[in-house]
């Protein structure tokens, strides 16, 4: 059964910082990689998608890997801001149902 | 741009009562699923559907059942609402290549209250 996890559940920076959120799955067969925010009270927006044959894939100030072999994604987000603030969540596409696994999320605080 | 709606933002049932989560999806994307959200246990799958008239069951589909008549519109029924089915309701959709689910795309939510 896919497993995904990410720590810490919280994480506090000041802002301006570049910081590296993880993410990590049980299963490397995987067919997609999304990482996701939610703002509280909210649904979730859609950040990046890493299919299974690609390494990264960068958004403006984000930038997502993808390691399948070792079962790890990072999100890296460059300059946070207060904006910036929100819980990330890691999500993937695996199994003969290819059903979507989350982890529980990354609560993010970036401080003026 | 895509979207997907849910068709509360908030709402209160009572025990026992039957209740009806809509979802609608203007992508005409052939995929679409319901999950909750509960602190602590992170987002789990209650049903999902490939196609019209199609469901499959998710992590946890007990106590609820699905219909989708439209490919467009994906609803989550509550047959007789337990204080337990109290969290966050999130609707998706996606996108169906090759036989392999690309990215979802999620509704606002609907928090449901059961007194």
């Known amino acids: 059964k896919q497993e995904v996890t990410q720590i810490p559940a919280a994480l506090s920076v000041p802002e301006g910082e570049n910081l590296v959120l993880n993410c990590s799955f049980t299963?490397?067969?995987?067919?997609?990689l999304q990482w996701f925010r939610q703002d509280p009270g909210k649904g979730l927006t859609s950040l990046l998608l890493i299919q299974s044959s690609q390494r990264e894939q960068t958004s403006g100030r984000l930038n997502a890997s993808l390691d399948k072999s070792s079962g790890r994604s990072t999100l890296y987000i460059a300059a946070s801001q207060p904006g910036d603030s929100a819980t990330y969540l890691c999500a993937v596409i695996s199994g003969a149902n290819s059903k979507l696994t989350f982890g529980k999320g990354i609560t993010l605080s970036v401080r003026p | 741009d895509v979207k997907v709606t849910q068709s509360s933002r908030y709402l209160v049932k009572r025990t026992g009562e039957k209740v009806f989560l809509e979802c609608v999806q203007d992508m005409d994307h052939e995929n679409m699923f319901w999950y909750r959200q509960d602190p602590g246990l992170g987002l789990r799958l209650i049903y999902f559907?490939?196609?019209?008239?199609?469901?499959e069951k998710g992590d946890i589909p007990e106590g609820y059942s699905v219909s989708r008549e439209k490919k467009e519109r994906f609803s989550l029924i509550l047959e007789s609402a337990s204080t337990n089915q109290t969290s966050m309701y999130l609707c998706?959709?996606?996108?169906?290549?090759?036989?392999?689910?690309?990215?979802?795309?999620f509704g606002p939510g609907t928090r449901l209250t059961v007194t």
């Open positions: 559907s490939y196609d019209v008239k199609m469901k």
């Open positions: 299963d490397s067969a995987i067919y997609n």
């Open positions: 998706a959709s996606s996108t169906q290549t090759s036989g392999r689910i690309y990215e979802q795309y």
